[in-house]
Nanobody, 124 residues
Framework: QVPLVDSGGGSVQVGGSLRLSCATS?????????MGWFRQAPGKERARVAT????????IYNDLVRGRFTISQDNAKKTLYLQMNSLRPEDTAMYYC????????????????WGQGTQVTVSS
């Protein structure tokens, strides 16, 4: 059973919006200490986009997306979201949701549970 399932990617024009979803098949998001979204463009390293923590109001955004992207979760639906507005060509990447139960790994940005990824393409 795949623990995390990403969806919602697609192709949009500059300035458009998409909402990515990540469903956890087995556990609620409260099981994890941290959860977030990452992205990787061709030829580039994977980068953290946004992170949130269970039982905390702390949310961390990559400077490149702050003010345009919003991470949220719905525990009843066991789904994590990434609302992406004002999309730019440089947002084009494969997006992955990820989670981890270890506070120390979360602090280091090391996540051990990953979705399969969903492609986002922004064209001008």
């Amino acid at each position: 059973q795949v623990p995390l399932v990403d969806s919602g990617g697609g192709s949009v024009q500059v300035g458009g919006s998409l909402r990515l979803s990540c469903a956890t098949s087995k556990y609620s998001w409260n099981y994890y200490h941290c959860m977030g979204w990452f992205r990787q463009a061709p030829g580039k390293e994977r980068a953290r986009v946004a992170t949130m923590y269970s039982g905390s109001d702390t949310i961390i955004y990559n400077d490149l997306v702050r003010g345009r992207f919003t991470i949220s979760q719905d525990n009843a639906k066991k789904t994590l979201y990434l609302q992406m507005n004002s999309l730019r060509p440089e947002d084009t990447a494969m997006y992955y949701c990820a989670a981890d139960t270890s506070p120390s790994d979360c602090h280091r940005g090391r996540y051990d549970t990953w979705g399969q990824g969903t492609q986002v393409t922004v064209s001008s």
